[in-house]
């Protein structure tokens, strides 16, 4: 291409002194200077006009523009598109722009056409991968699983987690397993699923032993994996894991972790969301709901917003139903509610306590007026599932000592042992 034929020369000059400047130029005249430069030297400026539309899209977007942000944020994608392809960080540049853009359509409840970037951005990972510019021929994918599980098409999910979660190993990282595993029992691999989750307990359980892992993370898994087992009917299987979890728990009952560890909620807050799936209505592409396994800052804005949209109303669901002794309902609603309460406070990480030990202390004591209530519910079933929720997140809230003593009650109560006294917690 012949640029002095198509360049305006004094354009190009303009925007060379506007960047040159003393004064920093705004953002806005950044993309006004970027645009004319991108048409001279394409190599040098391509990335530089994407950097400055997705961040000059974001401050328009803060004051209400949000269809002047899916203009700026469109073209930045596009100017991501026209990077060379034998640019060595093209792939890892393409994808963060179509990641951004594929936000902001989510944002602005263009659901269809952020599918499509989705399913674009994929395959830019698969290309990068061919050309040696990314390491992972998974890379790129997680977003287009994330929305084929919010819209219930979990056997396709299952398989992009699967290739990226295979890509990766030795290596088993909690994220990637967590959501293929989700997957796979979603699409009702259950056997492939237990398979999967069991590599990462697996897994854990060696990190422990060498201090790499906290205490906590293991009884997590081990608690999901026994649910895991009882909803496959391994009945063996999951009362081992109960017991494992239970002596984990007196570990730390006694000594805490052997080590400090940063915020880890999200561990915790992430499986226990997971554990609720069955009582959430199946996904659509007209009614997408949570990419349960994942982690919630990587679900589509529209689902998470409806998620937490749900808490005054289940609030008040629970309340009615319990006035008017209906239980079993008002138990049912109460799960909803402690599990999108729970994704709501997760950012409060060493606060969590205020607002969340209130909820699940009225788990447990709706469910004990349920044990003992005429309704035909199974023996303790419900009692045992509240206490299990209670005693994960006091692991969560590092209070030790009575995570174990919940849990102690709920091994008696689904394995038969000798049922504990109550003791009534102030």
């Known amino acids: 291409m012949n640029h002095s034929e198509n360049v305006d020369h004094d354009a190009v000059l303009r925007a060379r002194t506007m960047l040159l400047g003393s004064d920093l130029p705004s953002l806005s005249q950044q993309v006004q200077a970027y645009r004319v430069l991108a048409q001279v030297s394409p190599a040098a400026y ?6 400055a539309l997705v961040s000059y899209g974001y401050e328009v977007g803060d004051r209400g523009g949000l269809e002047m ?17 034998g640019e060595p960080n093209r792939t890892e540049e393409l994808c963060h722009l179509l990641d951004v853009y ?18 674009e951005k994929a395959e830019a990972g698969r290309l990068g991968f061919e050309r040696g510019q990314v390491a992972s021929p998974g890379y790129g994918q997680g977003r287009l699983a994330q929305m084929l599980a919010e819209e219930g098409r979990h056997a ?8 990226y979660a295979r890509s990766r190993r030795p290596e088993v990282c909690f994220w990637t397993t967590v959501e293929w595993a989700a997957e796979l029992d979603a699409a009702g691999r259950h056997e492939e699923a237990l398979a999967a989750f069991t590599e990462l307990v697996n897994d854990t359980r060696s990190k422990v032993e060498v201090d790499t892992s906290p205490l906590a993370n293991l009884v997590w898994e081990l608690v999901h994996r026994s649910r895991m087992f009882d909803a496959a009917g391994h009945r063996r299987e999951a009362r081992a894991d109960r017991q494992e979890a239970l002596l984990v728990l007196a570990r730390l009952a006694e000594a805490g972790e052997p080590k400090v560890w940063s915020n880890i909620l999200t561990w915790w807050v992430t499986l226990f969301a997971l554990s609720g799936r069955a009582a959430e209505p199946a996904g659509s592409r007209d009614a997408p709901v949570p990419p349960f396994g994942a982690d919630y800052l990587h679900w589509s804005p529209d689902t998470r917003e409806a998620y937490f949209g749900d808490i005054p109303a289940l609030e008040a669901e629970v309340a009615e139903l319990t006035e008017a002794g209906r239980l079993t309902e008002a138990m049912a609603a109460h799960h909803r509610l402690a599990r999108r309460s729970a994704v709501f406070q997760e950012k409060r990480t060493y606060r969590i306590e205020d607002p969340l030990l ?8 709706l469910a004990r007026r349920l044990d003992i209530s005429p309704e035909p519910v199974g023996s303790g079933a419900e009692l045992a599932r509240t206490l299990t929720d209670r005693a994960m997140f006091l692991v969560a809230a590092k209070r ?5 003593a919940d849990f102690v009650e709920v091994v008696a109560l ?9 003791v009534t917690r102030t």
């Open 102 to 119: 594929q936000r902001t359509l989510l944002t602005a409840g263009r659901r269809a056409e952020a599918f499509a970037v989705g399913e």
């Open 46 to 51: 391509l990335p530089k006009l994407t950097r």
């Open 69 to 85: 942000r899916l203009a700026l944020h469109a073209e930045a994608a596009d100017a991501g598109r026209r990077i060379d392809a």
């Open 414 to 422: 689904l394995d038969g042992a000798i049922r504990p006294p109550i």
């Open 358 to 365: 209130p909820l699940f202390d009225e788990g447990v004591a």
């Open 400 to 404: 030790y000592e009575e995570a174990h």
């Open 156 to 163: 396709e999910a299952a398989d992009v987690c699967g290739r």
